[in-house]
């Protein structure tokens, strides 16, 4: 398969204000040395606690955030050596769906004009050819094309989850970035939603990085998946691999508490994590999840383990396996 999207080291620190002239006041690692690959027409999942790094991997990929360091292969093209106008033009192959679909879209804008903008900022000038566009990818994301009148205030969440995907993909791009796109929703509604997403990449051939909490759900729509922690990414594999045969204890304790849905299987042995997140401002030296590990060893506290491959496509970053 063709690699798509190559992440190298990538590293986003935030500088964090403090004193009289706003400065020294140390750094937030939201990201730190995170490497992956995504197979072109595949989904990886990204997973973890909340406030772990998630979103801000997704931002920088598509160049939302800077980067501190490290390199973002798309397409063989490093992202990072673009001029402006370069990477306009690169822009129409990636997408983004957000969180919240409410306060993603413009309550003072029509859908049409909402869902159009993207064309407008990508030169298609003749009003027609838009309105065609935008009329066919209403269809596409199973939406009434008579609506495109309406402003978002008059559809329902799903509704408005689904202008919010025919925004992204209005360009007709290759990668999309899913951020915990269906959270927000009624499970009834999320199904839906999932179904509309896999449809569309089966479709389209798009490449998708989801970024979720929800394990259930990323087991659903992912090909591989990796594991975040403190902005550290602890365990890659892919999904037969990981949900197999889990091994870094973090993702074990994650797996631990996922319902099974099947009430004459043996329920797991639930693994509860004691302790607090550590700060992305000051992690814990060495393995970053020693703090909260129950099998914990002398030099996890000392040196942070690299992520290793431990066999073909399983990759895991801990002592354990070193």
């Not at 931002?59 to 992202?79: E, N, S, V, W, Y």
């Not at 407008?120 to 000038?125: A, C, D, T």
């Not at 329902?156 to 989850?161: A, D, T, V």
Request: hydrophobic share 35%; charged share 25%.
């Amino acid at each position: 398969m063709t690699t798509l999207v190559d992440v190298q080291h990538l590293k986003k620190y935030f500088p964090v204000k403090a004193g009289l002239f706003r400065t020294g006041g140390g750094w937030i690692k939201a990201v730190d040395d995170v490497s992956f690959q995504i197979e072109k027409g595949t989904t990886m999942g990204l997973v973890g606690e909340s406030g772990c790094g998630k979103t801000t991997t997704g931002k920088t990929l598509l160049l939302l955030q800077r980067p501190t360091a490290g390199k973002i292969l798309f397409d063989g093209q490093d992202l990072l050596q673009l001029n402006k106008k370069q990477l306009r033009l690169l822009r129409r192959r990636h997408g983004i769906v957000y969180q919240d679909p409410h306060s993603s879209l413009n309550p003072r804008m029509t859908v049409a004009n909402i869902v159009s903008r993207p064309l407008v900022i990508q030169g298609v000038k003749e009003a027609d050819e838009r309105v065609k566009q935008v009329a066919a990818m209403f269809e596409k994301v199973g939406l009434n094309p008579e609506h495109l009148g309406r402003y978002p205030h008059e559809f329902s969440g799903g509704q408005k989850q689904r202008i919010a995907i025919a925004r992204a993909l209005i360009t007709n791009p290759d990668f999309v970035v899913l951020d915990e796109p269906t959270s927000a929703l009624d499970v009834s509604v999320q199904a839906q939603i999932l179904k509309l997403l896999q449809a569309l990449q089966e479709e389209l051939n798009l490449t998708y990085l989801f970024i979720s909490h929800d394990i259930s759900v990323i087991r659903y729509m992912s090909d591989t998946v990796a594991v975040m922690y403190v902005g550290k990414l602890v365990e890659r594999a892919s999904k037969k691999q990981l949900f197999g045969y889990p091994l870094h204890p973090y993702t074990q304790a994650l797996l631990s508490v996922v319902p099974i849905p099947d009430p004459k299987l043996k329920t797991r042995e639930r693994k509860i994590l004691s302790g607090d997140v550590p700060s992305p401002k000051n992690p814990p030296p060495g393995c970053r999840f020693h703090p909260r590990c129950e099998r914990v060893l002398p030099e996890c506290k000392v040196h942070e383990p690299p992520l290793i491959q431990v066999e073909e496509g399983h990759y895991v970053a801990c002592h354990l396996y070193s």
